[in-house]
């Protein structure tokens, strides 16, 4: 054996490192449920740091309290992709990749939603492990769309993954040709489409959709995916940007606006209690119909204010002191805030309340009168409970949740009548 060979033969007679020994570094038993079937994997590794990765792979899925894989060969016949918020992707820390804004694409095994250490167990580049889901996923979509007596056509599966078919275009491209489609997934199981004359029984058929699914219970088996519809430009997919003078614009946002208050609710339940109080926020209507959040920050306390539309002040006893545009609080120089390290809508924590003086500066859009009269209507309060009865919803969409489903534990109020006209300078602030 010549000198290099033996050079080249180091690494191969080098001790490795046994999955015993790892394991027990890590503070794991080496009887972990389902590992022994994963051995030949880790044996096959034949450099010490890639079983240190594959130990510290397994001391992963643990600590996520998470059952180990199957072996790759058994696991990949499980495979389907999953479409969810992308708040809900950040707040569970499992494998994804990034679809469109607002929306997320995950792997599901079986019942579970893969971790990104299972593909380290498996020895799989993610981009394989994704196709390889689609595909499967691809194979079940045979079928076509069944159109509704609205018009407007849904996927006719109902497994699921119905949603995650928008991952496959050949599914739902040519629905409509020559026409600039709009589609809907308020559901997983749920996808919905229709040409642009039908965008308003789109926006209906959502709200019909949920609202079948809290008439049925399954508010916590099945809750809201995106009630914000979507718009083929080209071959991309993006979340409609409705502007003004389109007439489905206040709907729109409107849904966007619940999207943004569902994501808000579920971030309440990981904030630390010791930074503030979270701002309630609720949903308002104009008298032209242009739905607003409202953060309310009340003072005697640090406040977690979210990027509502506009910022109603109260203080220490609740008493309103007028609601302002929120993009001008720059000009409280004085009053900084700090951004709160968490998932999903960005919040900052400010521990000061500002002066009289200094709230006088904003931007208004209703004086302390107008604000505790729209705090006296039913469901305008911040905080409602969820089974609170809702004000009178006067526009679109006009199939819509009732109170206590999952989107719209604060109803949407619209402003008092001394509220109403132009006076209040009402804008687009998107």
């Known amino acids: 054996m010549g000198f290099f060979d033996r050079f080249r033969s180091r690494a191969d007679e080098a001790p490795l490192p046994s999955l015993a020994t790892l394991l027990e570094t890590r503070g794991l038993p080496a009887s972990l449920p389902g590992l022994e079937a994963l051995v030949p994997t880790f044996e096959a590794h034949r450099r010490a740091e890639e079983r240190e990765a594959w130990a510290d792979a397994v001391a992963e899925t643990h600590r996520l309290g998470l059952p180990l894989p199957e072996p790759w060969i058994d696991a990949q016949d499980h495979l389907l992709p999953e479409l969810v918020p992308t708040w809900r992707a950040e707040r569970e820390g499992r494998w994804s990749h990034a679809f469109i804004d607002g929306l997320t694409t995950r792997i599901r095994v079986a019942e579970v ?20 889901a689609l595909d499967q996923l691809r194979h079940r979509s045979e079928g076509a769309f069944v159109r509704l007596p609205s018009g407007i056509y849904q996927a006719p599966w109902h497994d699921g993954a119905d949603a ?20 809907a997934i308020p559901m997983a199981d749920t996808l919905l489409a229709a040409p642009q004359i039908l965008l308003p029984k789109l926006m209906e058929e959502v709200g019909r959709a949920l609202q079948a699914k809290s008439q049925a219970g399954s508010q916590a088996g099945a809750p809201p995916l995106q009630l914000a519809v979507l718009e083929r430009i080209g071959d991309k997919l993006v979340t409609a940007r409705l502007q003004e003078p389109h007439p489905m614009s206040a709907p729109q946002r409107e849904l966007k606006n619940m999207d943004f208050l569902e994501a808000l609710r579920n971030q309440e339940k990981d904030l630390d209690p010791e930074l503030g109080r979270p701002a309630p926020v609720l949903l308002l209507k104009t008298a032209q119909g242009k739905p607003l959040t409202m953060a309310t920050w009340t003072g005697g306390a640090p406040t977690l204010l979210p990027e509502a ?10 008493e309103p002191l007028g ?3 929120r993009q001008s609080l720059p000009r409280m120089h ?15 924590r400010y521990e000061g309340f500002p002066t009289a003086e200094q709230i006088a500066r904003l931007e208004p859009f209703a004086t302390a009168e107008q604000m505790k009269s729209l705090q006296a209507q039913p469901g305008a309060q911040p905080g409602a409970q969820p089974g609170a009865q809702p004000g009178p919803r006067p526009s679109a969409p006009k199939a819509v949740a009732p109170a206590g489903a999952p989107f719209s534990a604060q109803g949407a109020a619209p402003l008092p009548k001394h509220l109403r006209g132009a006076g209040l300078g009402v804008q687009d602030k998107d």
């Open 323 to 325: 609601i302002y545009w």
């Open 113 to 132: 939603v893969m971790p990104a250490a299972w593909l380290r167990i498996w020895d799989q580049p993610a981009e394989d492990v994704l196709d390889l």
């Open 309 to 318: 539309d506009l910022i109603g002040f109260a203080g220490p006893d609740g």
């Open 334 to 348: 004085e009053v900084r805030g700090t951004a709160v390290d968490i998932w999903g809508p960005r919040r900052v």
């Open 164 to 183: 995650a078919r928008l991952l496959l275009p050949e599914v739902w491209h040519g629905l409509f040709k020559d026409q600039h489609p709009f589609l």
